[in-house]
């Protein structure tokens, strides 16, 4: 009985931005943000938290490959880790720095106001309370309507 060996198809694959020994050095991904999201957190945290929130880890989210089609998640927070990550879309020089602090306030506050439990198993996390103090950031109008008129530059 003759054996049948499969033959991979091999393909000549060109780097679109090749890796040099300096870039690896230079760590450029880090150097491409246009916010530093630490600095903002902090000046967030002393104004609207006492400074209460501490050991937080904020972060940018990991690049995706394509845009969404239909929802966008601007940020999330892991209580547990104490980690607040944010989309890395929103480290463009077109979204303004307001908007930002307002998606990281908003994540903050997660941080101290506490869920609603529902029944076993569901919980509401954007509770009256929630809402009331996520509306009393001083651009919390401007950041809803500069979302509305912006969100299908995040989407496909």
């Known amino acids: 009985m003759a054996r049948k ?3 991979k198809k091999k393909t000549k694959r060109k780097l679109a931005r090749p890796q ?3 870039q690896r050095q230079l760590n450029l991904r ?3 943000t246009h916010f530093d999201l630490r600095p903002i ?4 945290n002393q104004r609207y938290f006492r400074g209460r929130l501490r050991g937080y880890r904020v972060v940018w989210g990991r690049r995706r490959k394509h845009r969404p089609r239909d929802h966008f998640v601007f940020g999330t927070i892991q209580e ?3 980690v607040i990550r944010i989309n890395w879309a929103l480290n463009r020089p077109f979204v303004p720095l307001w908007f930002l602090q307002y998606v990281l306030y908003h994540e903050m506050l997660h941080s101290v106001v506490p869920d609603e439990v ?3 198993g569901r919980r509401r996390v954007h509770t009256q309370e ?7 950031f001083p651009s919390y109008r401007r950041a809803r309507r500069w979302e509305e008129e912006n969100l299908s530059r995040f989407l496909r």
């Open 5 to 7: 060996t499969k033959r």
């Open 20 to 22: 040099l020994p300096m």
């Open 30 to 32: 880090d150097e491409e």
């Open 41 to 44: 957190f902090e000046r967030l």
């Open 80 to 82: 547990e880790d104490r």
């Open 118 to 120: 529902l029944s076993p």
């Open 130 to 136: 929630f809402n009331r103090r996520e509306r009393e």
